[in-house]
Structures are given as structure tokens and as C-alpha cells.
């Protein structure tokens, strides 16, 4: 059968295999340590060979680094720790020449403290911008209006003196919350995508969107049921029902969707987290009018990778046919532990990391593979005196942390610091990562680097793969199949998730081998390993 290629009807998103890069640690271009957009421009070569649609940059916009970029103080400026509007603008021209499409993070659910926005709202309650950021009285005795936690810990509300009033902060007291119920709030930040927008970039990762919008009438959120799980944050003690997750926030995405399709094949994506992020994600897709898809933290935060959990959570978006939407998925980011330090024994993470790659990349939906995916990279341990992430060092040594999967990329294992940087690197890079460097996996043909081009490869070329149905989900014990089904093609995938061989279901005698990771065939599944069929 001739591999069918994809219709040119659909718009480039449809089934795209997206490339996260996290400026700070994936290419030093002079020398200070911290990776910058002159960097990434560097390395488009390597990431367009690899085979993927489109890079996803983490923010670079002028900030102070509280949490790193995503505390914005200017939307429309690159820090200069990250380079010039002039690099940004480079990097977009290299990319498109290379055939890749840019998304770049928005985040509109809260500002830098040191945002001109935030200093003109404190500075009274009357004004143009009094309104634009979440303000409350203290209750009588002076405490916070209500019980409303942050994700860092402690109260979601600080005391402003200048104001007098409390501002409310989901993050950390240095990320004051923006009242994006006001119209002018929304105006102003359809402004800058707007301003992306005209510079070429391709689509938008829409940042904590759901945290957009709080209760106006600040009710308590209720407490969360006893579930016996351990709990490290306040946060977690409560049901977010009232501090995030309003009805507002659809008419503000149709919105964003309406300037977005001004622009072309513009791609939107949404993080989607909280107790109902699986309804919020249906509804922010649905339709023609609203976001082209969303992901949510279903395997990002997931202790184990089962069948039965794979199984459950693509349920979830496939169900009766009346799901809405286009999903995303990631195994890993710049906010999750390394899923290979999450899912399998030390021993069995070259194994794992494949099968788990052939999952990915077999996924019904747009697929984002994060920088060093692609080479088996594992959860680096940061010693507490060198953390830099402010939960980390907040819930410290009752979590894993973010710092442990932002180390730099090691692009060559016999060059200082992997030829990440000259300099001192903001977070330090392992041994056992600087062994699975980009250089020493381009050497063999049998490595990871080489499989998840092939996969990627594959994907592409296979539209029953990038754009077909899911149907036919089974999971049983440590099996997990499913086909993707497209017009003139039919493909079966089969995986063992687990470190022992199985014997997988019958499959029928014209089956063809399209890739067999991990020794697997038609009849034996070798732990952790993985098969794609034709039928």
C-alpha cells in the first residue's frame, strides 16, 4: 500500500508533532549561561531534521525572573537576558525557511508585579486600569476576604499598603492575578497577540487559561474530600470552584479564535488543569469558534504509565462520538518530572523511553515532544543550594520539582558543559545526561534520537497515524492496543508497557510490520516494546 499524504485541505495543525523549547536551557549563543533566541536559531537545523511540524517557545518576554518568564512585566519586548525583538524576528524567518511553524506562550491570567499595569492599579481604586487586576477589602478583622489558596502556599491574597486592599495571586505574590472579566483587561491582551501576530508567529499556547477569570463574589472554595492522597500545599486541601474556572472565559476564547482567524491557520492550544479540566477542555474546543485544542495534565503529573490509565483518559475525549475538540498531549514539560524518572526502573529507561515515544507519536491529536524527549533524558537531581524554581524551594523535599527537567540540552557529550554554554549554566548538567548527548546518538543508527525520527517520519507520512480515528482501545494487564483508522487506511498498534514479554491477541495473517520498536512482532511483545500494523 502507498503511504497516503496528507490532503491539503486540512490546516497544518491537524495532527502536528509540536517541539517545546525552553529558552533558558536549550542553546547559549554568548556565553552567560542562560539560553537565548540567538541559540534556538542556531539549532533550528536540528530540530527541523528531527521531523516535527512546529516549535512551541516558552516565554521570553522582559520579566524579573520570579518564576522564570512567566511573570511578564512587558508582553510586547524579549528580555534582554533572552536577546532583541531583532532575534525574535530572525528566528521566525529561519524557522519558516526550514518549513517550520512558531507558537509562542501567551499568558493572560496574571501579570509581573513590576508590570506598568499592576503600578498604575495599585496606585488607587479610581482610574482607567483600577479594575485590572483582582482586588478585595479585608474581611473586619483584617484578614484575607477569603480562603482561596496559592499553588506556591500560603493565602492567594497579599496586602497592599498603597491600596489598601488585598490583590489576589494564584502563583506567587509576585504574579498579581488580571481581572479579565474587564473588557478593557481583554482588549489590551488581544493587543498583544495581535502584536505576535504581526511579526509571523503561528499560533499561541494559551498559559493557565482557566485561571483567567475568578468568582467576583469571592466565595470560599469548599474543601476537597479525604482520598488518602498526600498532600504537600495548602492548594491542594481545597475544590477550586469559585478562584478559577468561570463561565466567562469561553466569550473571552471566542474572542482570541476570532483575531486568530484574521491571521490564517493560526494554532491555539490551552493548558487545561484543575478538577474539571476535562469539561473546561470540551467546552473551550467545541465548535468552530472557540480554541482548536487543549491538553490537559492527565500523563504529565501521572505517577505510573498503564494501559488502563492510557485507555481511561483517551475515553475521556473519544467517549460517544460528543466530545468537542482536537486533543493535544504530553508526556513531558517544563513543569513535569522526566517520564522516563517517572514511569520505570533505572534499568529500563532506554526500553522505556522507546515504547513510550512509539505511544506518543501514535496518539490520535497533535503531539508535543519537549526538548530532550527525543533522547531518553532523565530527571537531573538539583542539591536544595542550587535550586532556582520557587516551588521547589517552597515545598522542598516534598517535591520533585521543576528544575530537575529544565537542565540545558546536551548537544555534544565530549565538549564543556555539552556545548550548551561557555559560561556558568544557570542549572547544572549530569553525567548521565551528558552521555545521551544529541552528538553521540546522531553517531548510532540504534538510538533513541534515530528511532523518534523514524517514528516522526512515519507519522507523518500515514495519515491513518496524524489524522485518523481511534478505535478498538484494549487494555489488558500490561497491554494496551488500539487502531487508527483513516479513508484507505487501517493501522493496529500494539504496546507492552510493562518489563516482561506478553503474547499479544491474534492479528490477522495479512498483517504487514509498518515499525517494530523493541524486537516486537505480530506474535511477541518483548518488554516495553511496541508495533505498528497494517491491515
Request: charged share 20%; aromatic share 10%.
Amino acid at each position: 500500500m502507498t503511504a497516503p499524504t496528507k490532503p491539503a485541505s486540512l490546516p497544518w495543525w491537524r495532527g502536528a508533532a509540536i517541539y517545546q523549547i525552553y529558552p533558558r536551557s536549550f542553546q547559549d549563543s554568548n556565553g552567560d549561561g542562560v539560553g537565548d533566541l540567538a541559540g534556538i536559531t542556531s539549532r533550528l537545523d536540528y530540530v527541523a531534521e528531527l521531523g516535527v511540524d512546529a516549535i512551541w517557545i516558552s516565554p521570553f518576554y522582559t520579566s524579573p525572573m520570579r518564576d522564570f518568564g512567566y511573570d511578564i512585566a512587558d508582553y510586547c519586548a524579549v528580555d534582554p537576558i533572552f536577546g532583541t525583538l531583532a532575534d525574535f524576528d530572525a528566528l521566525i524567518a529561519r524557522a519558516h525557511a526550514l518549513g517550520l511553524k512558531v507558537i509562542v506562550d501567551q499568558v493572560y491570567a496574571h501579570s509581573s508585579d513590576l508590570h506598568p499595569w499592576f503600578a498604575e492599579s495599585r496606585s488607587a481604586r479610581t482610574g482607567p486600569r483600577a479594575d485590572w487586576y483582582g482586588w478585595a477589602d479585608p474581611k473586619r478583622d483584617g484578614t484575607p476576604p477569603n480562603n482561596w489558596q496559592s499553588v506556591f502556599g500560603g493565602p492567594a491574597w497579599t496586602w497592599d499598603a498603597r491600596r489598601g486592599q488585598y490583590y489576589m495571586h494564584t502563583f506567587l505574590k509576585e504574579q498579581p492575578q488580571l481581572n479579565v472579566h474587564e473588557p478593557a483587561v481583554q482588549d489590551a491582551l488581544l493587543g498583544v497577540a495581535k502584536f505576535w501576530l504581526e511579526r509571523g508567529v503561528d499560533g499561541f499556547r494559551l498559559d493557565a487559561l482557566n485561571h483567567s477569570m475568578h468568582d467576583p463574589r469571592l466565595r470560599n472554595n469548599p474543601p476537597a474530600p479525604q482520598d488518602g492522597k498526600p498532600r504537600s500545599r495548602p492548594f491542594d486541601f481545597q475544590i477550586r470552584r469559585h478562584s478559577q474556572s468561570q463561565p466567562g472565559v469561553i466569550p473571552f476564547i471566542e474572542r482570541i479564535r476570532a483575531l486568530c482567524d484574521e491571521y490564517g491557520a493560526i494554532h491555539t492550544v490551552a493548558e487545561v488543569g484543575g478538577d474539571n479540566a476535562q469539561i473546561e477542555i470540551a467546552a473551550y474546543t467545541r465548535g468552530e469558534k472557540r480554541l482548536n485544542s487543549a491538553y490537559g495534565f492527565d500523563f504529565l503529573y501521572a505517577p505510573d504509565l498503564t494501559p488502563t490509565e492510557v485507555a481511561e483518559v483517551l475515553a475521556d475525549w473519544e467517549g460517544d462520538g460528543k466530545r468537542a475538540g482536537w486533543p493535544s498531549w504530553a508526556f513531558e514539560n517544563h513543569d513535569a518530572p522526566r517520564a522516563v524518572s517517572r514511569w520505570c526502573e533505572p534499568q529500563d529507561a532506554d526500553r522505556f523511553a522507546r515504547v513510550k515515544m512509539a505511544l506518543l507519536l501514535a496518539l490520535r491529536g497533535n503531539v508535543i515532544v519537549y526538548q530532550g524527549e527525543e533522547l531518553g533524558l532523565r530527571q537531573d537531581h538539583i542539591p536544595f543550594e542550587q535550586l532556582q524554581d520557587p516551588e521547589a524551594i517552597a515545598n522542598w523535599p516534598m517535591t520533585l520539582g521543576r528544575d530537575g527537567a529544565r537542565t540545558p540540552m546536551p548537544w555534544r557529550s565530549a565538549a564543556p558543559l555539552g556545548g550548551f554554554t561557555t559560561g556558568q549554566p544557570w542549572l547544572p548538567l549530569s553525567e548521565q545526561n551528558l552521555a545521551l548527548s544529541v552528538a553521540a546518538q546522531q553517531a548510532d543508527r540504534t538510538s533513541l534520537l534515530h528511532e523518534t525520527q523514524r517514528l516522526l517520519a512515519l507519522r507523518r507520512s500515514n495519515m491513518a497515524l496524524r489524522t485518523g480515528w481511534i478505535e478498538n482501545v484494549i487494555a489488558k494487564g500490561s497491554l494496551l492496543m488500539f487502531d487508527r483508522v483513516a479513508a484507505g487506511q487501517h493501522l493496529r498498534c500494539l504496546f507492552n508497557l510493562s518489563p516482561k514479554a506478553l503474547k499479544p491477541p491474534p492479528v490477522p495473517a495479512h498483517a504487514a510490520i509498518l515499525a517494530s520498536i523493541g524486537g516486537a512482532t505480530p506474535t511477541t511483545l518483548p518488554g516495553y516494546s511496541a508495533i505498528y500494523l497494517t491491515l
